[in-house]
Structure formats: structure tokens, C-alpha cells
């Protein structure tokens, strides 16, 4: 990414998608810097809180990333996850927040690749929206 | 010993503070007969002179309602400050914004642009907006700036304590009035309300169910609800779970669900953010590894107006305070 001041607040949930950018890591897979990883236990720890909090201090986008449905290590954190972000996505468009800045996508220990594939594409999501300028109150 | 002087004012509201002091009834007496009102712009004749004539912290107590949007609004919350030992924030549009503070979806000139041209009621062929100075003849006439944003009293002026309700309920008021003549305030910066959730006091709450999973999200006028029942069991959004306790369930024990006026307990943040994440996370579970994720949309889309819902009372201390202009 040629701005490197646009950031992607990117929580990952711990059991798989913070293994999967592990894979990618090993694998040597590259992904912008722009993408800013932050561990949780699970998507379901995301408190849409932590999204609006993100872009008030400057993020242009916000990435969660957890175990695909079926999947998750606490076998129901990830379907509670689906509903908050959307419902917090459609919330945000009255805010005058583009829904696209806040990307939900489920990403298992073994997908280095996926991982890699996703944080390329949101990258490019947000170099298409630009930076998100808050109007100053 | 002189009885403590107490001012009461109004910002950007509806009156309905100024009725919940008068609701006070015959208690109202006993705060009269403790004190002495030296300023109350909607009930007595006093003159913004007369509080510019008194000394700094000359006013013991000054009861501030409303949300302030205008440049008069905020010199006069700036005066009674400096004229004042303590200010409190009455009611939730000091508060939280409250549903003045809705207007922050919009600015000054959609505002304008919509009340005075657009509204079926509005005969202004001219088209003519209020400007902060008009000549008329060799006179001007001013009126105050009316600002794009809506802010909370906190915002503009330091506060010591909150009031919570639209409107406050009496029974509040009296806690917080004897309270302050009695010296035994919590600390700086509180809610002078319980800390609890609202479900937490519910009088329906005896009846909910171990989980509940909303099925579906209904509208309170398309159906009729059990006054028994859970509102969310029947799948009106009620922000219950999110919001302060303290209100005396009114608007429950009217068969109407929590819209949030006394804003959240203590820890939380962002009112709306915590409302919105309290209900998506019962909406559709039973069976949810069933649902695809097109059918949570479907089921997600049933909300009309999730901004304006979750924010009802708490847009301006919201942590992103106003759309984006």
C-alpha cells in the first residue's frame, strides 16, 4: 500500500485466525503493513465498542477475523459475532460510515493463504475509500 | 444562616425538566422552603443581569437541562458555571444529548433547508433563513449562532453531576436535592441514579425466560403485546439490558419497551454501541448453526433506522458524537 498512514485495525481471534497469519508468516506470504493485527480469544470478544473506538483514533478500516461458522473453539462465539458486525455495519451508514470499512470473514488455523488473500483485499478496500475523516466536533 | 441559592435553566429541551420540577408536588414545598431560587427563566422574572451581578460561586446549586446547540445556550452555561459551586446536568438532553441531539444526523444547513422550505407546513416563498444579522432600516437585529452540532452540557462547561430521565423522575430529583443539602454526595462526575440495568429491576423479569432468542424483530404498534411478558421474548427491541435502572419502569408498566433515556451504567462507553451488540447477540440463536448468513441479514434488516434506534437519547456522547458532514 502506497499510504502507509491509512490503518486496519485487525482483531484475530486466537485459536484460528491468528494461526492462520501465523501460517502466512511461515510461508512468507506478504500482506501490507498496513494491517495492524490484535489477538483476541475469539471474534465473539469484539464489542462493536472496540470497532467504533478504532476509527474515532484514526483507523480507516476494521478487519474481524474468526473461526468459519461450525468452527468456533467456543462453539457459538463466532454466530453472535455475524449478527453484532452486520447490525454494527448498518448502524454505522447512518453515521456516514461506509459499511465496507469494517470487513467480518472467517479464516481457519490452516488458511496461511486465505489469510494473506484477505488482508491484500481490505487493504485495497480502503485504498479505494480513502481515509476516514471524521468530522471535528 | 441564608438559605443556599439554587438557578435552574434551559438549553436546547422541551420543557418537560422544567414540568418534572413542578411534578415534584407538595415536595416541591419542602425544596422551596430550604432554598432560594435566584434564577428560573421559565417560571420567574429574573434577568440574565441579575445572575452577571453575582459573585463567582455565589450560586450554590444550578439545575441545567437541555442539550446545547446555540451560541446564547453556551454563554449562558458558561456564566452559571462561573457563578455556580456546583452545576448538575438535569435530565438527558444535559445529560447524553438526548433527542434534540438526534440532529446530529444532520447539520445546520440540512436543518435549515428542511424547516424552513421544505416541511408541508412552511409558506416562505423567499426563502428566507435566519442569519446570525439582519439590517432592518439603520437597525441590525442578531440573533444567536445556531451551531452544525448538538453537544452534551459536559461538553461545554465542567459538571459535577448528572440527573438522569426524560424527564427525571420525582423520586430521583428528591434523592439528589436532599442529597446535596444534606452533603452526602458521591464523587465527582456520578449518575445520581442506581447502577443496575433496568432488566435488573424489570417487573417483568420474573417471567423471562432462562434464554431468550428474539425470532423475529416486530414493530410495538404491529402487534399487542403481553404486558407479562418479556418485550424481547416477543421481539420488540427494548434497550433494557443496556440502559440505567432508576426510571421506575414507567415506560414498562405502560406496555411500551426502553428507548434509553437514562443513558448506560457506569463502565460503559458508548450507549448505542452496547444497546445494538446486547440485541444482535439474542437475535436468531435458536438453531442459529442453522441460519445461513443471508438469513441473519434478513433477519438484521427487519430494524429500521438502527442508528437513530441505538442512539435515541445518546447521539451527542456517543464516542462519534455526530454524523459524518
Known amino acids: 500500500m502506497k499510504d502507509d498512514k491509512l490503518t486496519i485495525v485487525s482483531f484475530l481471534c486466537n485459536w484460528c485466525s491468528y494461526e492462520g497469519a501465523d501460517k502466512a508468516g511461515n510461508a512468507r506470504l506478504n500482506y501490507p503493513a498496513n494491517v495492524r493485527v490484535i489477538r483476541v480469544m475469539c471474534s465473539g470478544r469484539v464489542d462493536p465498542e472496540f470497532v467504533i473506538q478504532a476509527f474515532k483514533e484514526g483507523a480507516s478500516g476494521v478487519l474481524i477475523l474468526g473461526c468459519h461458522p461450525g468452527d468456533c473453539h467456543y462453539k457459538k462465539g463466532n454466530y453472535k459475532t455475524l449478527r453484532r458486525i452486520y447490525l454494527l455495519k448498518k448502524t454505522l451508514e447512518g453515521f456516514g460510515i461506509e459499511p465496507e470499512r469494517v470487513r467480518l470473514d472467517w479464516v481457519a488455523a490452516g488458511e496461511g493463504e486465505r489469510f494473506a488473500k484477505v488482508a491484500n483485499e481490505m487493504v485495497k478496500t480502503i485504498e479505494k475509500l480513502g481515509p476516514l475523516e471524521l468530522s471535528e466536533v | 444562616m ?3 441559592k439554587v438557578a435552574f435553566y434551559w438549553c436546547a429541551s422541551c420543557g418537560g425538566c422544567e414540568e418534572a420540577v413542578v411534578d415534584l408536588a407538595e415536595d416541591i414545598l419542602k425544596v422551596v422552603e430550604a432554598v432560594d431560587i435566584v434564577f428560573w427563566p421559565v417560571a420567574m422574572d429574573f434577568k440574565k443581569k441579575d445572575v452577571v451581578a453575582m ?3 455565589e450560586i ?5 437541562n437541555g442539550a446545547v446547540r446555540t451560541e446564547e445556550q453556551e454563554e449562558m452555561v458558561k456564566l452559571l458555571r462561573q457563578k455556580s459551586g456546583l452545576v448538575i446536568a438535569f435530565g438527558s438532553c444535559a ?7 438526534l440532529a446530529n444526523f444532520w447539520n445546520r444547513d440540512t436543518i435549515f433547508e428542511r424547516v424552513y422550505k421544505e416541511v408541508p407546513s412552511i409558506a416562505n416563498p423567499k426563502g428566507v433563513l435566519p442569519k446570525t444579522k439582519t439590517k432592518v432600516g439603520d437597525m441590525e437585529l442578531t440573533l444567536p449562532e445556531f451551531w452544525d452540532t448538538v453537544r452534551t452540557l459536559d461538553q461545554v462547561i465542567d459538571v459535577d453531576y448528572y440527573i438522569p430521565g426524560c424527564a427525571p423522575p420525582p423520586d430521583i430529583i428528591m434523592n439528589a436535592v436532599s442529597a446535596i443539602l444534606e452533603g452526602k454526595l458521591p464523587e465527582k462526575g456520578s449518575v445520581l441514579a442506581p447502577d443496575k440495568s433496568l432488566c435488573d429491576t424489570c417487573p417483568r423479569s420474573e417471567k423471562k425466560p432462562e434464554k431468550i432468542s428474539m425470532k423475529e424483530i416486530k414493530r410495538p404498534y404491529e402487534i399487542i403485546s403481553d404486558p407479562e411478558k418479556c418485550f424481547l421474548e416477543e ?25 434509553g433515556c437514562f443513558g448506560p451504567t457506569k463502565e460503559v462507553i458508548d450507549h448505542g454501541a452496547k444497546g445494538l451488540s446486547a440485541i444482535a447477540s439474542i437475535l436468531g440463536i435458536e438453531d442459529e448453526e442453522k441460519l445461513s448468513e443471508e438469513d441473519v441479514q434478513k433477519l438484521v434488516d427487519k430494524i429500521v433506522d438502527p442508528a437513530g434506534l441505538f442512539y435515541m437519547y445518546s447521539l451527542p456522547s456517543s464516542l462519534l458524537r455526530r454524523k459524518k458532514i
Open chain 2, 2 to 4: 441564608a438559605k443556599p
Open chain 2, 235 to 259: 421481539g420488540i427491541i427494548c434497550l433494557g439490558p443496556a440502559t440505567r435502572s432508576g426510571c421506575g419502569e414507567k415506560c414498562i408498566n405502560a406496555n411500551m419497551p426502553c428507548r
Open chain 2, 95 to 101: 445529560h447524553l444529548g438526548g433527542i434534540p441531539g
Open chain 2, 55 to 57: 459573585k463567582d460561586g
Open chain 2, 60 to 64: 450554590a446549586v444550578s439545575f441545567i
